[in-house]
């Protein structure tokens, strides 16, 4: 067993509202400077839809994360190391400036030089790269709010498998349904990005598990871009080197929370220490589709454990990372409650970040101009657990994004965040809880003494119960490589050397 340490971040989507508050604060604090016009470290989606870049689910195209092979064997999706040489001045897999957008800004000047008139002037938007006046067609989730509807919905992946039937009642206006996807880079186990890099400038940070670029190494192959299933690597047209989230490091390291988790109003955002078996990592990794999610939430160790503790000692994880695995949210939404899952473990990356998935209404129909819900009258909406496939918002699609389309997984934790529900409320509004609410929480896998905690953390919790970050010993890791006295100040800060285009 070899120990180590993974710095997580948990999304709630049952709590997300689609502000975008997260991805103003990441764009205004790391890219919003010359040649990371387009980038968006954070992003937030409406699904069903196509996502930023366009479509980047389809890995058809964009080739990326890893294959088994018929041998059982793992590899690229991208390419193998031979014909990753005769693709480096030319990938087709790499995403276009219309699968992103043309950066744009607005002649705010206009709004004190026009001349005096009739009306108020405006400000014209401009392209970012021609100058001249463009008609802005699409941007980062472009499809805001529009996830349900036959122009984005009909052209998401994840909506393969669901039936044709249930696809055309989705699309009709009364039955629109969508719900927000939250999207950073998932610094992943086995990441393809840093398989992909020819110049061996990425890698992943041994204390928290953060993939990072070195940009004194970077040659903009681009490879990255192409491999990162999760197309989460940009390039830098102006610095020509690659770029991506840095979990926002330099925080974690001050005891502060990323600058997307610190600013989210819907308080969606939970960030622990997961502990996992390094040593399992390729194994589980190969293992067939219908095994691979079982596989990666086993490799998570339990931080109780006393042949982990000593495991962890051993590989130099400190008592106090050790405690902050045991109090880690992460922790207990993913493995002692089992209701987060990893966004598409079919790349077989083994991604570390980690999703509740959101309940939908049930279906509704009109009748007379009035909507009526879909659920017999003498019953309750949300009571019926075995109604799940009357939920607006289809399992077979959650569970392409989840759980590689196996449905009761899906079903699972939904029932388990129905139960929650329902025994709050006849707790808060009935008064009582009856014998069928109990029966309903046994159906569902869970107590009510567990239905507590879980309300407790999903609904009330402050910010030291989202955010359990463990002191990091930075002393330590530099003094294993350079004198920590001239790095004094700097660490973690800015750029010991900035990059130079061509270095």
């Known amino acids: 067993m070899r120990v180590r340490a993974q710095m997580s971040m948990l999304f709630h989507l049952d709590k997300c509202i689609g502000c975008h508050t997260c991805s103003v604060a990441c764009k205004n604090l790391w890219t919003d400077r010359k040649g990371a016009e387009y980038m968006w470290w954070n992003n937030v989606e409406t699904r069903p839809g196509t996502g930023y870049p366009t479509g980047w689910e389809d890995q058809d195209h964009y080739k990326g994360g890893w294959r088994r092979d018929e041998n059982g064997r793992l590899k690229l999706r991208l390419h193998s190391r031979a014909s990753g040489l005769a693709k480096l001045f030319f990938n087709p897999a790499l995403p276009e400036l219309d699968d992103y957008y043309e950066p744009f800004t607005f002649k705010y000047n206009d709004l004190f030089d ?91 940070r041994a204390e928290d598990g953060v993939v990072l670029v070195n940009e004194d190494k970077c040659r903009a192959w681009r490879m990255c871009v192409a491999a990162c299933p999760y197309k989460k690597v940009y390039y830098n047209w102006s610095t020509g080197k690659s770029e991506k989230c840095i979990l926002c490091f330099p925080r974690l390291e001050t005891g502060q929370a990323p600058a997307c988790a610190h600013s989210c109003v819907g308080r969606i955002r939970y960030m622990g220490v997961l502990l996992y078996d390094a040593d399992r990592i390729a194994d589980v990794v190969s293992m067939p589709e219908d095994q691979l999610l079982d596989a990666q939430l086993d490799m998570i160790l339990d931080p109780w454990d006393d042949r982990v ?74 009571e019926l657990l075995e109604d799940l496939d009357k939920a607006r918002l289809p399992v077979q699609y959650l569970a392409n994004l989840f759980s590689v389309g196996d449905e009761e997984v899906i079903r699972k934790v939904l029932k388990k965040m129905l139960a929650v529900r329902t025994y709050k409320r006849r707790q808060s509004v009935d008064g009582e809880i009856t014998e069928s609410t109990l029966a309903l929480l ?62």
């Not at 009739?118 to 014209?124: G, K, L, V, Y």
């Not at 959101?358 to 129909?365: E, G, M, N």
């Open 114 to 204: 026009s001349p005096q008139g009739e009306h108020q002037p405006t400000a014209e938007p401009v392209s970012k790269i021609t100058w001249q006046p463009i008609e802005i067609t699409s941007g980062p989730n472009w499809d805001d709010d529009l996830g349900g509807s036959d122009i984005y919905a009909a052209n998401d992946p994840s909506m393969n498998g669901i039936d044709a039937a249930i696809r055309e009642q989705m699309s009709e206006i009364e039955r629109v349904v969508f719900n927000y996807l939250p999207r950073i880079c998932n610094h992943c186990l086995n990441p393809a990005c840093v398989g992909a890099c020819p110049s061996g400038a990425i890698y992943k």
């Open 309 to 382: 503790v000593a495991a962890a000692a051993a590989a130099g994880i400190g008592d106090d990372w050790i405690d902050a695995a045991r109090r880690s949210p992460v922790y207990q939404f993913v493995k002692v409650w089992g209701m987060a899952l990893p966004l598409h473990p079919e790349y077989r990356t083994a991604a570390m970040m980690f999703y509740i998935p959101p309940l939908s209404p049930v279906i509704s129909s009109i009748e007379g101009n009035l909507t009526r819900l879909d659920l017999p009258e003498e019953r309750e909406d949300f």
């Open 442 to 503: 046994e159906a569902a896998g869970t107590t009510p003494e567990e239905v507590e905690a879980i309300y407790k953390l999903t609904t009330i919790p402050t910010i030291d119960d989202r955010f359990v970050l463990p002191p990091y010993h930075r002393e330590v890791s530099i003094e294993t490589l350079n004198d920590p006295l001239a790095y004094k100040g700097e660490t973690g800060f800015g750029y010991i050397e900035p990059p130079r285009r061509g270095a």
